[in-house]
């Protein structure tokens, strides 16, 4: 091989070859992209804290009523458990749909069960809520899905004032449940629609301590 070949090389040295200048603007997109996933990641942390804060807070008396399907009072029916889960929904929200069958496993795997009172509360959107109105809706919502279970509703919104007050920042959304023990204090909070099986895993864990 002769020596042409390599004083023919080109000289990696030289600076035609160095590497291109980054541009201003795309060390501004890194710095920015850094930035957001620095906030990001400190609303989860935020986020956890809040949800965590609200564990053991003691919730006031519940002002529910009968609405269908039921004639106990809800105060009687838990009561008489060591734990409630409380279940705000509304017929007219989608998430509620998607998530109410979880609710309506619960309700019928501990019909005969006194450690666990599963309470399901239908919310409208009218202020004040006219019970006729507010029946009819539900009974629309829940056919095909547990038409035969106890409903109770929130007439003057006085426990979702309650449970909002407590959720503080985070805010009260439909569908919200609450799990508390004996004491009404909260084990467990729930804003928004959960994952298939979580609310059962969640009063599972609960009853077995």
């Known amino acids: 091989m002769s020596n042409d070949t390599f ?4 000289d ?23 930035l957001f996933m620095l906030v990001g990641l400190m609303v989860l942390v ?3 804290r809040e949800r965590g804060s609200h564990i053991g807070k003691q919730l006031g008396e519940l002002e529910l009523e009968p609405l269908l399907n039921v004639e106990q009072p809800a105060k009687e029916r838990m009561s008489k458990s060591s734990f409630k889960l409380v279940h ?10 998607v998530e109410y069958p979880e609710i309506i496993k619960l309700q019928r795997k501990y019909a005969d069960d006194n450690r666990l009172a ?8 009218k202020m004040p809520q006219v019970r006729d109105d507010l029946e ?5 919502f829940v056919q095909g ?3 035969d279970l106890p409903i109770y509703y929130d007439p003057n919104m006085y426990s979702r004032v309650q449970v909002s007050t407590l959720i503080g ?15 009404m204090k909260i084990v467990k909070l729930w804003v928004g629609a959960t994952q298939a099986g979580e609310l059962d895993q969640a009063v599972t864990k609960a009853l077995s301590k």
């Open 88 to 97: 705000f929904w509304g017929p007219w929200c989608n998430p509620c749909m």
């Open 46 to 48: 935020y986020i956890g």
């Open 136 to 140: 009819f809706d539900t009974k629309l």
């Open 145 to 147: 899905l547990g038409g």
């Open 7 to 10: 004083t023919n090389a080109p």
């Open 169 to 183: 920042q985070q805010g009260f959304a439909y569908p919200t449940t609450v799990l508390l023990d004996s004491e």
């Open 118 to 125: 599963v309470i399901s509360v239908s919310c409208g959107l």
């Open 12 to 34: 990696i040295s030289d600076p035609a070859y160095a590497d291109p200048p980054r541009s201003a603007s795309a060390y501004r997109y890194l710095l920015l992209a850094a």
